[in-house]
């Protein structure tokens, strides 16, 4: 059972930079697609973004995109998000999620997701 823990949230002032980390246990870290998804109060679970197993494809959301910055250390069993020029509507607790794909490909959407981290929370201030 793969197990995801994720680390890095809290509060920082609009404009600046936080780096999240989810560290994965308890499989093949290099055969797990990994991705990143966040909820806001009140709204559905939206995708962040995602990569693949060697971390050659790394889609991201309209909202992120040219922001955020996913990437993966494969010996480390770590995938990373860092996120840069923050606004208040990126206040989200933010969920690391897994799942094996023997054929690779990198998934954008959290039903296609089978591992979840249990979220750390991102504040932006104004």
């Known amino acids: 059972q793969v197990q995801l823990v994720e680390s890095g949230g809290g509060l920082v002032q609009a404009g600046g930079s936080l780096r999240l980390s989810c560290a994965a246990s308890g499989g093949i870290f290099s055969n797990l697609i990994m991705g990143w998804f966040r909820q806001a109060p009140g709204k559905e679970r939206e995708f962040v973004a995602a990569?693949?197993?060697?971390?050659?494809?790394?889609p991201y959301a309209d909202s992120t995109k040219g922001r955020f910055t996913i990437s993966r250390d494969n010996a480390k069993n770590t995938v990373y998000l860092q996120m840069s020029a923050l606004k208040v509507e990126d206040t989200a607790v933010y969920y690391c999620?897994?799942?094996?794909?023997?054929?690779?490909?990198?998934?954008?959407?959290?039903?296609?997701?089978?591992?979840w981290g249990q979220g750390t929370q991102v504040t932006v201030s104004s």
């Open positions: 999620a897994a799942v094996y794909s023997p054929l690779g490909g990198v998934f954008t959407t959290s039903r296609r997701y089978d591992h």
């Open positions: 990569i693949s197993r060697n971390g050659d494809t790394t």
